[in-house]
């Protein structure tokens, strides 16, 4: 049975972070019917439009061409400073004068504290690089950190369903486009 391949942008880099957790708890429920990969947005270099074309460093084709070939894309992030994570936003912005995100599948998932303002920014940078963005696998996490565990359990029952939820309609939009 062929998987569709999602990769992952994750925009916290540190290793223990609520994000890492849900995108595992992401992992773990849809490996039956997904191939998921973690892009490492850190080794991307500092976005340099000057760069851009013929000089376009090894590591941004790459990431670019994961994109292309994946058949969705999972971003989960924090809020930092009330925005989106640098790393986050440093890999986005090698991407805006390509066509990699139009029309691609994209879930997004805010986990921080607040994070309202990072979760608008964010929604905001994919559907400006054409992203396809469906209201269902969009979702915000509040104060993740009282609804999952040291060890990556979701304890919050609501907040476990709206999960399951966004997976089963991900894979929906994922299936209605083959």
Wanted: aromatic content about 8%.
């Amino acid at each position: 049975m062929y998987k569709k391949k999602i990769i992952v942008l994750l925009g916290s880099t540190k290793a223990d972070s609520v994000n890492r957790k849900i995108v595992d708890y992401f992992i773990q429920k849809t490996q039956s019917f997904f191939e998921v990969a973690l892009f490492p947005l850190e080794t991307l270099p500092y976005f340099n439009p000057d760069l851009d074309g013929d000089l376009t460093p090894t590591p941004v084709l790459e990431f670019r061409e994961k994109i292309a070939q994946a058949d969705g894309v999972l971003i989960s992030t924090p809020e930092y400073v009330f925005s989106i994570p640098g790393v986050l936003k440093n890999a986005l912005e090698w991407t805006v004068s390509t066509i990699v995100f139009n029309q691609k599948p994209t879930a997004i998932i805010t986990a921080a504290s607040s994070g309202k303002i990072a979760h608008e920014s964010i929604q905001l940078i994919m559907k400006t690089i054409g992203a396809l963005l469906e209201d269902s696998c969009v979702v915000l996490i509040g104060s993740p950190k009282s609804k999952i565990d040291t060890n990556g359990v979701i304890t919050n029952k609501e907040q476990e369903q709206v999960l399951i939820s966004l997976i089963q309609d991900f894979q929906a939009q994922l299936n209605s486009k083959s």
